[in-house]
Structure formats: structure tokens, C-alpha cells
């Protein structure tokens, strides 16, 4: 069964380019578009990881995140906080929101699937 990876992003183009690299290296990828849709899904599919933006609207992902690490039945998905937010201080700010790793906008298309398998083994 392959892993599951949901990307909870605003940006429709952004939310493609995560599928089209990701479903080729045999990851089923999950999509919303929002904080707090992407909360409702995470509760229901229970990803292997997720990719969070940031700044959306409805619930941005800092507040998703807190949510998903203080509940019980999400709180050990992997997040990695996916953002354009990089000022000194805005890594430290998503790791205490409950993000387990940072990656700044744009996004380094050859270092996010290592990233990821690292985070997925355990590394």
C-alpha cells in the first residue's frame, strides 16, 4: 500500500506540481485547500505525512497545525511546513506551531522527496 501524503495548500498550481512529483515515486497524494479542510481529511484518510502551507485562507496552517498535534489521532502525522515566509524567525515560529520540518517557497524539486523518505523511514 502505497504511503499517503496530503498537501493542504490554497494554490491549485502549487497543490499540481506537488502530485506530479510525488505520484511518480509511488506516493498516493491527498489535496485540500484549506487549514481546515485539510484537518477534516487528515482526521479521516490519516496521512503518512503532510505538506502544509502556511498563509491560506478560512485557517492558515500554523493554526492546522496546532490543532493536528494537540489531537490525539493526528498528533504523530509528520507536517512539514511548505512556505514563502522565510525572515529570520519564521522556521522557529512553524517548528513551535507543531510543524516537524521547514521548506521555504520555492520549493527545491530535487531535496523535497529526499526530505520526505528521510522523514517517512524515521531518519
Known amino acids: 500500500m502505497p504511503e499517503k501524503i496530503l498537501v493542504v495548500e490554497d494554490n491549485k498550481q502549487n497543490r499540481e506540481l506537488f502530485r506530479y512529483l510525488l505520484e511518480p ?3 498516493e497524494v491527498l489535496e ?3 487549514g481546515a479542510s ?3 481529511c487528515a482526521r479521516t484518510v ?3 505525512l503532510i505538506l502544509m502551507d502556511i498563509q491560506m ?3 492558515d496552517g ?3 497545525m496546532a490543532i493536528l498535534k494537540a489531537d490525539e489521532a493526528t ?3 509528520k507536517i512539514i511546513a511548505v512556505t514563502s515566509f522565510a525572515m529570520k524567525g519564521d522556521r522557529e515560529k512553524a517548528l513551535a506551531a507543531g510543524a516537524d520540518e521547514y521548506v521555504s517557497k520555492p520549493v527545491d524539486t530535487k ?3 529526499e526530505l520526505i523518505r528521510k522523514m517517512l523511514a524515521g531518519e
Do not use: F, R
Open 111 to 113: 531535496t523535497l522527496p
Open 32 to 34: 485540500a485547500g484549506d
Open 62 to 64: 500554523y493554526e492546522a
Open 25 to 27: 515515486l509511488g506516493y
Open 38 to 40: 485539510g484537518i477534516a
Open 57 to 59: 485562507s478560512v485557517m
Open 75 to 77: 498528533k504523530k502525522i
Open 46 to 48: 490519516k496521512p503518512d
